[in-house]
């Protein structure tokens, strides 16, 4: 029961980060999605870059920048920020499934020229009730995730920054048993993320606009196990490049139009399917050469993942090609004020079929600012489809300013 269990719920966090899978019956030859543990790390904390479709490598340094690109803290315009971001998930399917989001940073040396930055991640998987042999309910356990993060940016230039953040991940799939040989306890890992911010103002007609670029490397680290050391999986580590223009349309009136393209850095799982007796000349052999591929998937380091993640797929530059994801979106603000925002997430039918539209508003005072966005997913049978989610911050000058009075 143990097995079959933990399968459950690691098949839900699976399902929790895609779409239906009836699509991989249909296409069951071309379905191969990539396999991560803690796969909840995927998931965008906040309504800002959900509402724009998953977006926020290269925008303008928000609270929430530890999960995008904690690089862009350092050219943040105020000394410090908090914020609290909650989204319920799956709301379609059930009702106590949640990610819960805390960060915040601090300018800290006399150049504002340096941040340090912190965020708590959690994500509820809700109440799990579980049967004995005859079907009676024994107990209800409660999986979770979570990760907390540390993180520090520089300016390296006026123009470039970069940054890094120390990440500790803690998954709690574990099901207590009566016999201590086969219980199961939660399983931890630590993980890094190097980013960097470029940003310049280039003067177009009479305007002066900003033109943003972005990278991060994230979640570089060890592997985590389910199993008590057996079985490790990979962590969601991921390539996110993106870039920004902003400009005036009229006085007080601004749009910012981004581009972001995600690669998660993670080997493909080998697939019997893909080893058949034509190739390999028989059933023993093609059985032996898909065994070989398993274990070396299975042995294979998390650093030497990330560099054979760009050529493993089975299918080759097609399948590789498969695997990014991108997402479209823009932001339209009134004097910093009040905000309007849109955009377009897609991921290839193949590999996960996750594609929907995200939109979203908000405004900011001098202390408090509030976000929300709502998700429609192109497929009506998504579970995906109807998601919220809603930042609250505040922001440490306004707060200061008004103590001040």
Same mark, same amino acid.
């Given at each position: 029961?143990?097995?079959?269990?933990?399968?459950?719920? !690691? *098949?839900?966090?699976?399902?929790?980060?895609?779409?239906?899978?009836?699509?991989?019956?249909?296409?069951?030859?071309?379905?191969?999605?990539?396999?991560?543990?803690?796969?909840?790390?995927?998931?965008?904390?906040?309504?800002?870059?959900?509402?724009?479709?998953?977006?926020?490598?290269?925008?303008?340094?928000?609270?929430?920048?530890?999960?995008?690109?904690?690089?862009?803290?350092?050219?943040?315009?105020?000394?410090?920020?908090?914020?609290?971001?909650?989204?319920?998930?799956?709301? $379609?399917?059930?009702?106590? !499934?949640?990610?819960?989001?805390?960060? *915040?940073?601090?300018?800290? #040396?006399?150049?504002?020229?340096?941040?340090?930055?912190?965020?708590?991640?959690?994500?509820?998987? *809700?109440?799990?009730?579980?049967?004995?042999?005859?079907?009676?309910?024994?107990?209800?356990?409660?999986?979770?995730?979570?990760?907390? /993060?540390?993180?520090?940016?520089?300016?390296?230039?006026?123009?470039?920054?970069? #940054?890094?953040?120390?990440?500790? @991940? +803690?998954?709690?799939?574990?099901?207590?048993?009566?016999?201590?040989?086969? &219980?199961?306890?939660? =399983? &931890?890992?630590?993980?890094? /993320?190097?980013?960097? +911010?470029?940003?310049?103002?280039?003067?177009?007609?009479?305007?002066?606009?900003?033109?943003?670029?972005?990278?991060?490397?994230?979640? !570089?680290?060890?592997?985590?196990?389910?199993?008590?050391?057996?079985?490790?999986?990979?962590?969601?580590?991921?390539?996110?490049?993106?870039?920004?223009? =902003?400009?005036?349309? =009229?006085?007080?009136?601004?749009?910012?139009?981004?581009?972001?393209?995600?690669?998660?850095?993670?080997?493909?799982?080998?697939?019997?399917?893909?080893?058949?007796?034509?190739?390999?000349?028989?059933?023993?052999?093609?059985?032996?050469?898909?065994?070989?591929?398993?274990?070396?998937?299975?042995?294979?380091?998390? @650093?030497?993942?990330?560099? $054979?993640?760009?050529?493993?797929?089975?299918?080759?530059?097609?399948?590789?090609?498969?695997?990014?994801?991108?997402?479209? *979106?823009?932001?339209?603000?009134?004097?910093?004020?009040?905000?309007?925002?849109?955009?377009?997430?897609?991921?290839?039918?193949?590999?996960?079929?996750?594609?929907?539209?995200?939109?979203?508003?908000?405004?900011?005072?001098?202390?408090?600012?509030?976000?929300?966005?709502? %998700?429609?997913?192109?497929?009506?049978?998504?579970?995906?489809?109807?998601?919220?989610?809603?930042?609250?911050?505040?922001? %440490? /000058?306004?707060?200061?300013?008004?103590?001040? $009075?």
């Amino acid at each position: 029961m143990n097995k079959k269990l933990k399968s459950l719920l !690691i *098949g839900l966090l699976a399902i929790a980060i895609s779409t239906p899978i009836a699509l991989a019956q249909e296409t069951k030859n071309e379905f191969n999605p990539v396999q991560t543990g803690v796969a909840a790390l995927n998931i965008a904390p906040d309504a800002r870059g959900a509402s724009m479709g998953d977006l926020g490598v290269s925008t303008d340094p928000d609270v929430n920048s530890q999960y995008w690109n904690p690089s862009k803290y350092a050219f943040a315009y105020s000394k410090g920020s908090i914020g609290l971001s909650y989204t319920p998930w799956l709301r $379609k399917l059930v009702n106590d !499934i949640f990610l819960a989001n805390l960060a *915040g940073y601090w300018k800290i #040396g006399r150049n504002d020229n340096q941040a340090l930055s912190a965020s708590l991640r959690y994500f509820s998987l *809700g109440e799990v009730n579980m049967n004995d042999a005859s079907g009676v309910a024994t107990q209800t356990i409660n999986p979770y995730e979570m990760a907390v /993060d540390l993180g520090y940016s520089r300016k390296l230039s006026e123009k470039f920054s970069m #940054g890094v953040a120390f990440r500790y @991940i +803690y998954s709690d799939l574990s099901i207590p048993e009566s016999d201590v040989s086969t &219980s199961t306890s939660g =399983a &931890s890992a630590f993980a890094a /993320d190097i980013a960097g +911010y470029y940003t310049t103002y280039p003067v177009i007609g009479r305007n002066e606009c900003q033109w943003s670029w972005g990278w991060n490397i994230s979640n !570089i680290g060890s592997k985590i196990s389910y199993n008590n050391g057996e079985d490790p999986a990979f962590l969601p580590a991921n390539l996110r490049l993106g870039t920004t223009f =902003a400009f005036p349309v =009229a006085d007080y009136h601004n749009i910012a139009i981004s581009f972001d393209a995600n690669k998660l850095l993670v080997p493909t799982k080998p697939r019997q399917s893909d080893y058949t007796a034509d190739e390999y000349g028989s059933d023993p052999e093609a059985q032996e050469a898909y065994n070989n591929a398993l274990i070396d998937w299975e042995n294979m380091s998390s @650093i030497s993942g990330i560099f $054979k993640s760009f050529a493993d797929a089975p299918g080759g530059f097609k399948e590789e090609m498969r695997e990014i994801t991108l997402s479209v *979106g823009a932001e339209y603000n009134y004097n910093q004020q009040f905000f309007l925002r849109a955009g377009y997430f897609y991921e290839n039918e193949y590999k996960g079929n996750r594609q929907y539209f995200g939109m979203g508003a908000g405004f900011a005072l001098n202390v408090i600012r509030l976000d929300a966005s709502y %998700m429609l997913a192109t497929a009506q049978t998504s579970p995906l489809d109807q998601t919220l989610r809603f930042t609250l911050a505040f922001d %440490m /000058d306004g707060l200061k300013e008004l103590i001040g $009075k």
